[in-house]
T-cell receptor
């Protein structure tokens, strides 16, 4: 398996809802990432997990809560989001070491907050 | 943090022509420079990458050049085809950690 998968593909939620995004990879990668991407903008890093430990939090609001249950799975728990949080949420993974640590992206979850 | 400038923001070429996109950076410790292609509604896909100890790398119609002294790297696409139309992002990784910093993107349109 050489792909990063994400579910769901689309998600519509209200500002009081709680939902979760899921990411999975079976490439043996030990680093996993969450990015947020607005239309016509580059991906913006949110979190990095390295060997299942949170290594980077780019000052993301606490309404976004990441979780890495094991080396293949990465979740992003959402609570009390704002309409401006509507975006494409991309997961990525990489080997986690080495000078050429290529990141491979999943297809993303298109999130709309009403 | 690291800053990456990418130019041009939009590029329109005729089918068969070449396209060049350039990125400049400031951190001399940057050691890895990937390029991603993102079609509308799709994921960013790695198309080519280069390490800091290499000056040029080529893969069929795509090439990347790196000038460490001047701190810029460029994507070259030859014999462009309509399916090359997409947004292209340069990126780089600094001296430590696995964080990528992305350029602002270039919308490439290949016209028939």
């Amino acid at each position: 398996d050489t792909e990063v998968t994400q579910t769901p593909k689309h998600l519509v939620m209200g500002m009081t809802n709680k939902k979760s995004l899921k990411c999975e990879q079976h490439m043996g990668h030990r680093a996993m990432y969450w990015y947020k991407q607005k239309a016509k903008k580059p991906p913006e890093l949110m979190f990095v997990y390295s060997y299942e430990k949170l290594s980077i939090n780019e000052s993301v609001p606490s309404r976004f809560s990441p979780e890495c249950p094991n080396s293949s799975l990465l979740n992003l728990h959402l609570h009390a989001l704002q309409p401006e949080d509507s975006a494409l949420y991309l997961c990525a993974s990489s080997h986690g070491q080495g000078a050429q640590d290529t990141q491979y992206f999943g297809p993303g979850t298109r999130l709309t907050v009403l | 943090g690291e800053n990456v400038e990418q130019h041009p923001s939009t590029l329109s070429v005729q089918e068969g022509d070449s396209a060049v996109i350039k990125c400049t950076y400031s951190d001399s410790a940057s050691n890895y420079f990937p390029w991603y292609k993102q079609e509308l509604g799709k994921r960013p896909q790695l198309i080519i990458d280069i390490r800091s100890n290499v000056g040029e790398k080529k893969d069929q119609r795509i090439a990347v050049t790196l000038n460490k002294t001047a701190k810029h790297f460029s994507l070259h696409i030859t014999e462009t085809q309509p399916e090359d139309s997409a947004v292209y992002f340069c990126a780089l990784r600094g001296g430590g950690g696995n964080k990528l910093t992305f350029g602002t993107g270039t919308q490439l349109k290949v016209e028939l």
